[in-house]
């Protein structure tokens, strides 16, 4: 249902996006899903429908509920409609879309079948039970990548166990209200310093610092993820209408004074 409703406005072959323009979490979740196909047409030729089950619900659930499709909301929502971060994040829901309607068919039919009937497209079946599987997409493989993002993704992880304690301690509300600051070894830094400008949406705060862990006197290290030392802390900065994020260039625009400059600037893309 989440993928159908932000692939209303979007025609494949009028908005797609070339693979190599995309976003680097686009092109994440598109290796998790050669992965995953990988694994189910070997089960299906194997007839183990139990690992067919068991991989369609986790990617679902790990890979898309709880990660990807959390992460883009931010995008989805407040990029103008034609922006190339929109549209690279719905070409990957669209590829997700179309190849998991077709694993899923024989184990889930009827589910799969109503899910066809309201996809766009042209030169269409009448039923997903008269199509065939997509094949692995080797141009959408990338270990470096994933072995990139599987850093991030551990991180990520004990970010959230923060942001759950603080909810606990009635630090934070919502974890938009959190600005968090992470003292870092030298592999980590090294790790997620290419990312310091995006991982403020990878965590789903309102702001991330990254500091040597030796600087970072407050916080609690992990037990899982060495070098890592997380501390949260509310937001100082007031709160954008719009996006939720807090953000210090609100209220510099006259116009729109309750709103972040990303969101005006979105706005006049728009042209209201």
């Not at 009028?14 to 899903?33: C, F, I, K, S, T």
């Not at 039919?109 to 109503?114: I, L, V, Y």
């Not at 004990?158 to 992470?182: F, P, Y």
Request: charged share 30%; glycine share 2%; with cysteine.
């Amino acid at each position: 249902r989440y993928l159908l409703g932000n692939l209303q406005d979007f025609d494949p072959e009028v908005d797609a996006v070339p693979y190599e323009q995309m976003h680097e979490l686009d092109r994440w979740v598109l290796n998790r899903l050669q992965d995953l196909t990988s694994r189910l047409l070997a089960a299906y030729e194997r007839f183990e429908f139990h690992v067919v089950y068991h991989n369609l619900h986790n990617f679902c659930v790990l890979d898309l509920s709880s990660f990807y499709l959390d992460i883009i909301k931010d995008r989805l929502y407040t990029s103008p409609r034609n922006s190339l971060p929109r549209r690279s994040a719905q070409t990957a829901m669209n590829e997700v879309l179309e190849t998991l309607v077709r694993l899923m068919a024989p184990v889930l039919s009827f589910t799969a079948d109503e899910i066809w009937q309201h996809m766009k497209g042209k030169d269409r079946q009448e039923s997903v039970h008269l199509e065939c599987f997509l094949p692995v997409n080797e141009q959408y493989r990338d270990p470096e990548l994933a072995a990139r993002w599987e850093a991030i993704i551990s991180v990520r992880r004990e970010v959230t166990k923060a942001l759950e304690q603080a909810r606990k301690n009635k630090e934070i509300g919502h974890s938009l209200d959190a600005s968090v600051e992470l003292g870092l070894s030298d592999e980590l830094m090294t790790k997620l310093a290419p990312y310091k400008d995006e991982l403020r949406t990878i965590f789903i705060v309102s702001s991330v610092r990254l500091m040597p862990s030796e600087e970072l006197k407050q916080g609690q290290d992990s037990d899982s993820v060495p070098g890592l030392r997380i501390n949260v802390s509310a937001s100082k900065d007031p709160k954008c209408e719009r996006c939720w994020v807090h953000d210090p260039s609100i209220g510099q625009n006259k116009e729109h004074p309750t709103l972040c400059q990303r969101c005006v600037s979105a706005l006049e893309q728009i042209g209201e």
